[in-house]
């Protein structure tokens, strides 16, 4: 079983810095309903045998949500849950657990048709939303993980342009001819 948290970076033209909790601010989460019931939930499903894992949360994501988009590879973590089938005997043992990766999707693509589109309705939320609607702890440890990647993942693109910019500001420098009568050692 593989599941995707689509979601979407919104832009805001007005501000210039990015602090994490405005980033968090900025994203929004994809959830679509469960067939015959109110709840939400990331789109989900099981793989087919010519088919990737990768390639099976893309598909299920176009399946149940109808959208597209650019899959990170790496995921953020395997959960383990308890299939609707699963059961328990005398001795409680169970059956039925699933173990469940998921990865997150960002969202380039929404299209108006999709497989699933009459059993099922999208919405757009923003985190805090969405961690109150995730039905199961290991969804919302799933979105948490999700929260705290994309949160160093913008750090560290922050950190790079910080650190292009002084590169650059550098190179100009050398460029610049210094006249030595205006030097002088301060002791």
């Not at 990331?42 to 894992?53: L, R, S």
């Not at 999700?146 to 790079?160: D, G, T, W």
């Amino acid at each position: 079983m593989n599941r995707c948290i689509p979601y979407r970076l919104i832009k805001d033209e007005g501000s210039e810095e990015d602090t994490s909790v405005e980033f968090v601010n900025k994203l929004q989460l994809l959830m679509v309903s469960s067939p015959n019931r109110h709840d939400l939930v990331f789109p989900k499903g099981g793989w087919e045998d010519d088919e990737t894992v990768l390639e099976a949360a893309s598909r299920e994501a176009m399946e149940e949500a109808g959208v597209k988009g650019s899959l990170r590879e790496v995921p953020l973590g395997v959960w383990e849950f308890r299939s609707k089938s699963s059961s328990c005997n005398e001795e409680d043992e169970c059956f039925g657990g699933c173990k469940g990766y998921m990865f997150a999707l960002e969202v380039t693509e929404e299209l108006e048709e999709w497989p699933e589109r009459e059993n099922r309705e999208r919405k757009w939320l923003n985190v805090k939303e969405a961690l109150e609607l995730c039905r199961y702890e290991w969804m919302q440890r799933a979105l948490e993980e999700f929260i705290r990647v994309m949160q160093e993942e913008e750090e560290e693109i922050k950190l790079r342009t910080e650190e292009e910019t002084v590169q650059d500001d550098s190179s100009k420098l050398e460029e610049c001819q210094i006249d030595p009568c205006y030097c002088f050692v301060v002791n």
